[in-house]
Nanobody, 123 residues
Framework: VQLQASGGGLVQAGGSLRLSCAAS??????????MGWRRQAPGKQRELVAS???????NYADSVKGRFTISRDNAKNTVYLQMNSLKPEDTAVYYC????????????????WGQGTQVTVSS
């Protein structure tokens, strides 16, 4: 299973961006459990931004509550991150991640990360 993230860019403080991350796989069936976004700023550890379960339950870092919204479209195997009221401290590379099961001759668990997309917020 592969994840392809998109939607990053440069925005002024107070602006908005929407990130998307689509899961795909060839020649096998797969299901997705949890999906989420993490970010890593220069010199800092990667941190949770938001996550969402297959049932739609969400979890947010305190620093983004009320400003960011995570959602998913299960039919499209895609997770979104709507980011509003962006601040310079939101500047980071944003990574999507997901886990689930592949269904072939055997059932196997998988967990993977997207390639990262840069979000830069100018003051």
């Amino acid at each position: 299973v592969q994840l392809q993230a998109s939607g990053g860019g440069l925005v002024q403080a107070g602006g908005s961006l929407r990130l998307s991350c689509a899961a795909s796989g060839s020649n096998f069936k797969f299901s997705i459990n949890d999906m989420g976004w993490r970010r890593q700023a220069p010199g800092k550890q990667r941190e949770l931004v938001a996550s969402i379960t297959s049932a739609g339950s969400t979890n947010y870092a305190d620093s983004v509550k009320g400003r960011f919204t995570i959602s998913r479209d299960n039919a499209k195997n895609t997770v979104y991150l709507q980011m509003n009221s962006l601040k310079p401290e939101d500047t980071a590379v944003y990574y999507c991640n997901a886990d689930g099961w592949t269904w072939g001759e055997t059932v196997e668990a998988w967990r993977t990360w997207g390639q990262g997309t840069q979000v830069t917020v100018s003051s």
